[in-house]
């Protein structure tokens, strides 16, 4: 009988990826999410995980939940015995909890809190946390190893993942955990201190992303304890580097602004991805070039594609 995963914000873009990833992978997703970061489909049922059924030919049990909501978390603790947990949910806009810190504070601490309690009550020892590069702030060196100081974060985002991550490692003598780390790539700026002025970030693919994530539960079964990995390309592009590489790969012309910084940004961050090639087997294997030629291919069957592409950055 497969294993049950419970994948928490498992609507959204990079939960609904490893919701793929778990059943290619032999696993049995449950999903809950509560829209915060995803589209409502039909019969109450994210369109995301309508898709992948439609895709994968199956059905996946899905629950529109908040994991604020203690009870209800506990009711679906009680209806299934799951062997691991993988935790997506949360509130993840840098610029929207500098705006909104108290709100960040309390949705992503609580959530992440009351799950962490319920696991516990209900002998649930394996957790892959998504955090974020943002735990590091401006990084000291680049890439970023796993060795980095974490806690000097330059936003309350950053600083909730790195709260969370303090919580399981001080949990973490009487349970299994690991915990996976990405870069955020949301960039804003033309005058930082990089190539041409704008962010500098690791871009990874979220299938490689994804694919990390089931690579890092698969490791739980070595009772591994506390483990933390770096998921990245190991390479840092800049903003307008990778618009270049969009118009390459699309032949089209990309429209853009120079928007200034956001508060709390910082100019460059990039992974170094060995310690998971190491120990997890794992390695992106979409480089650059790559993941914009699959953008490009899906934007001409994917309106909501074109839409990111063309306005997430506006030419003057």
């Not at 589209?39 to 994968?56: C, F, H, M, P, Q």
């Not at 299934?80 to 929207?96: C, Q, W, Y």
Request: aromatic share 8%; proline share 3%.
């Amino acid at each position: 009988m497969a294993e049950k995963v419970l994948v928490t914000g498992g609507a959204g873009y990079i939960g609904s990826h490893c919701v793929v990833e778990l059943i290619e992978a032999g696993y049995q997703p449950v999903v809950v999410d509560n829209y915060s970061n995803a589209v409502r489909g039909e019969g109450n049922v994210a369109e995301s995980i309508r898709r992948i059924e439609k895709i994968l030919n199956t059905s996946i049990e899905f629950h529109e939940l908040d994991l604020l909501d203690r009870p209800g978390l506990e009711a679906l603790f009680k209806k299934h015995s799951f062997s691991a947990v993988m935790h997506f949910a949360g509130l993840k806009a840098v610029g929207e909890s500098v705006e909104q810190p108290l709100r960040y504070y309390r949705v992503n601490l609580t959530a992440s809190m009351n799950l962490l309690e319920v696991m516990q009550a209900h002998k649930v020892h394996n957790l892959v946390f998504s955090s974020s590069a943002t735990v590091y702030g401006d990084p000291q060196h680049l890439p970023i190893d796993e060795q980095h100081p974490v806690g000097a974060c330059t936003n309350p985002y950053g600083k909730t993942k790195y709260f969370i991550e303090e919580m399981i490692k001080d949990h973490c003598k009487a349970e299994k955990v690991a915990v996976g780390r990405r870069p955020f790539l949301n960039v804003f700026g033309n005058d930082y201190e990089t190539v041409d002025g704008t962010g500098v970030r690791d871009y990874i693919h979220v299938v490689d992303l994804a694919k990390g994530h089931i690579a890092a539960l698969k490791k739980l079964k070595d009772n591994c304890g506390c483990k933390v990995y770096n998921l990245g390309t190991g390479k840092g592009y800049s903003v307008l580097q990778m618009v270049k590489a969009m118009e390459k790969a699309s032949g089209k012309e990309i429209n853009y602004k120079n928007a200034p910084r956001r508060e709390g940004d910082i100019a460059s961050c990039y992974a170094d991805p060995r310690l998971a090639e190491k120990e997890l087997g794992w390695k992106a294997a979409f480089d650059l070039e790559r993941m914009c030629k699959w953008a490009a291919r899906h934007d001409l069957v994917n309106p909501a594609l074109k839409i990111l592409i063309n306005y997430s950055v506006t030419k003057h």
